[in-house]
């Protein structure tokens, strides 16, 4: 929500209720180049009709996606570690 004390003359005051936001989909490929370095790259989907926020100054659109590349560096490991059995 958007408080009165905060509201301006592009952006009203809104006092935001419970309730659905949308769907976010997330699909994403991860490949581990060794045991510190790995990739990792995605799209995603937001469907937000019907969404309770729909009067608000923040709801803009009613889909969204996007696509992302990261590279991720594990920068430190526990000593500790636990093993764990999985079974089938």
């Given at each position: 929500?958007?408080?009165p004390?905060?509201?301006?003359?592009?952006?009203?005051?809104?006092?935001?209720?419970?309730?659905?936001?949308?769907?976010?989909?997330?699909?994403?490929?991860?490949h581990e180049?060794n045991?510190?370095?790995?990739?990792?790259t995605?799209?995603n989907f937001?469907?937000?009709?019907?969404?309770?926020n729909?009067?608000?100054?923040l709801?803009?659109?009613?889909?969204?996606?996007?696509?992302?590349?990261?590279?991720l560096?594990?920068?430190?490991?526990?000593?500790?570690?636990?093993?764990?059995?999985?079974?089938?």
């Amino acid at each position: 929500g958007i408080a009165p004390e905060f509201a301006t003359s592009e952006r009203e005051a809104y006092t935001a209720k419970g309730g659905y936001l949308g769907t976010k989909l997330n699909f994403s490929l991860k490949h581990e180049l060794n045991d510190e370095f790995s990739i990792r790259t995605g799209i995603n989907f937001g469907f937000y009709e019907g969404a309770r926020n729909r009067d608000s100054f923040l709801y803009t659109a009613e889909t969204t996606s996007g696509v992302y590349f990261a590279f991720l560096w594990k920068f430190w490991e526990s000593d500790r570690k636990v093993d764990i059995e999985f079974s089938d």
